[in-house]
């Protein structure tokens, strides 16, 4: 009876060992170097992983160990010393099967595959992964290089330091693609720098070019604004003597007044079409049931931060797996506005999202997995998430302002002080409701303790 007992015993326990599975994303995670990355490994179904061995490996040709976790503790003794201080648990998460591996200021030297082995004896089981760096070069520069014979400005654009090599395209004002004449390629170690050029002739009264670096996953983009004046001065100036320099210098000086009265024509421009937006303002609440959580909010919910420790509250099936929240507001037709205070912090995320995301993992906000968002990372790299993420040209921000046509399947967003447009996304389909989405983001070592705050909107 007692060998019968046994036998039962361990057959449960085998055949419970064998319904848990360790899972975690098929495709690769491609990530930007000198940014944090999350490995995410998770127990299928979800099962306490607090007494589970939890070991992270780098597979190249020999095994290495990148992080341990056993007996309740992480015991990196034999860490490869590129990873020491830069890989972490999160603790809190262990509980509910979470054995996802944070990686902080990823390298370019990071890139492989990596193995995440979880082991309860006699079970275990293990899943890899593939990490591929990118690197983003410096911000590309056009420059006016010579005028060509044929009456065109030479315009040559550099950036240094891509991986992998990115492509290079030049546009005009309306997005249509220019040629290049030449573009040189030259590669330090595993860096790539660019050089394009190509010869712009004049084609209305405000000639606008743009000049486009663009990986698989990123991009950036810049831009020159040459007034038919400069092409007249050319054409001009090739037929006087040098004598005649003062006279050139006077026409440059009206084109660059000319240009300034258009500069701030156009803010004035944007000021009506932002007083316009803020005639469809909502009052927006944070909604406690959908907050990580680690997240803390006020009394009042309207504003949020990040705890150091995760609050015991209910695993709900709205409650998000990665800190933010949403708004407790859906709406599904109209136009809606509000303005978030984003003052003091050196990273922060928000936009709308739909009411169907993945709220069990970590996933990547773009609009084609329901996230119209824009954010700051690394105290000042603005970006626009879309696919690829779109680097925004800001210096400091203190109020957003977010505004959303339904029909339209428009989302702007505003820096509010200086009455100005960030970024808008267009041509979207809305088949479902939408949410305000907040995310304060990491602490980053004390620093980006402000919350964001959802503000009363004035005219």
Known sequence: MFIRLMLLTVYFMESQSEQLQVVGPEASLVAVAGEDLVLPCFIKPSKSAVDMTVEWMRIEEVASLVHLHKNHEDRNEDQVQSYRGRTSLFKEELQKGNA???LSALQLADEGKYKCLIEDKPWYDDITLHVIVEVLGSHPVIMMESYGNSGGINLVCESRGWKPEPDVLWLDREGVTLTAEDTQIHRDTELFSVKSRITVYDYSDSNRF???FQQKHHMMETEIIISSGVFGVWKWAVSISAIACLFLVGLILTVFFGYKKASEHQQEK???EL???KMFRVDVTLDPDTAHPQLILSDDRKQVTLGDTPQDLPDTPQRLKFPCVLGNQSFSSGRIYYE???KGKIEWALGVVKESIDREWWITRCPQDG????GLKNENQFE????PPVPLTLREVE????FVDYEEGLVSFYDVKPRSHIYSFTGQSFTEKLYPYFSPRYKADGRNSAPLIISDVTE
């Open 275 to 277: 007083l316009k937006k």
């Open 399 to 402: 109020v957003v302002g977010v």
């Open 384 to 387: 626009a998430y879309a696919d």
């Open 270 to 272: 944007q000021y009506a």
């Open 100 to 102: 996802s591996l944070k």
């Open 340 to 342: 978030v205070q984003v």
């Open 371 to 374: 996230f119209w968002t824009v």
């Open 210 to 212: 743009y000049c486009r």
